[in-house]
């Protein structure tokens, strides 16, 4: 089985500042890695994914992640957010089958001007 | 691409009343669609996994005869919460995945149901 933690519950940033939202895994099975996104009352929306091959993965909305298969972290970066980043991010795992989307507790994303 | 959507958006019910959320893929057919739960402040949690054509399969300690799913076509799957229950009200998101992406969920935008 696998499992997902994010270390930061909550992350305040200053608008233009850089930002890195932090995930690990665990699982004993190859995996596929997801970062999604939620708006208020929203459903999610797919950031990026890693499924093999480079390591370091762009997205949209300029996010990029790195996959860091020994330290076994996904980490979810920007160089400058925007005050319309301020959501919750949440990072996902699955197996290779893409069965059992397993997702983190989320992290708060707040952006300040 | 990839747009998966649910009705209604958000629903206020009756304690004892059953209530039917649909999802539905708009733009492909989604074989297999996923139903998750979020209450206030948590993550995600995998109810069921609907399949097309079959009974769905269900998460350990949901229970099947309470939330009834029904994925008849290959664009929409419902879920109905039977004889609901204060303690039923969450926000309810589904799922698809796309052919060719099987790796890849694409979600709904959620439906907000409240039990009173």
């Known amino acids: 089985a696998q499992s997902v933690t994010q270390l930061d519950s909550q992350v305040p940033v200053f608008e233009e500042a850089p930002v890195e939202l932090r995930c690990n895994y665990s699982?004993?099975?190859?995996?596929?890695l997801f970062w999604y996104v939620q708006y208020p009352n929203q459903g999610l929306q797919l950031l990026l994914k890693y499924l093999s091959g480079s390591t370091l993965v762009k997205g949209i909305n300029g996010f990029e992640a790195e996959f860091n298969k020994s330290q076994t972290s996904f980490h979810l970066r920007k160089p400058s957010v925007h005050i319309s980043d301020t959501a919750e991010y949440f990072c996902a795992v699955s197996d290779v089958n893409g069965n059992k989307l397993v997702f983190g507790a989320g992290t708060i994303l707040r952006v300040k001007s | 691409g990839a747009v998966v959507s649910q009705h209604p958006s958000w629903v206020i019910c009756k304690s004892g009343t059953s209530v039917k959320i649909e999802c539905r893929s708009l733009?492909?057919?989604?074989?297999?669609m996923f139903w998750y739960r979020q209450f206030p402040k948590q993550s995600l949690m995998l109810m069921a996994t609907s399949n097309e054509g079959s009974k769905a399969t269900y998460e350990q300690g949901v229970e099947k005869d309470k939330f009834l799913i029904n994925h008849a076509s290959l664009t929409l799957s419902t879920l109905t919460v039977t004889s609901a229950h204060p303690e039923d009200s969450s926000f309810y998101i589904c799922?698809?995945?796309?052919?060719?992406?099987?790796?890849?969920?694409?979600f709904g935008p959620g439906t907000r149901l409240l039990v009173l």
């Open positions: 733009d492909f057919q989604a074989t297999t």
């Open positions: 699982s004993s099975v190859s995996v596929y």
């Open positions: 799922s698809a995945r796309a052919p060719g992406q099987q790796e890849t969920q694409y």
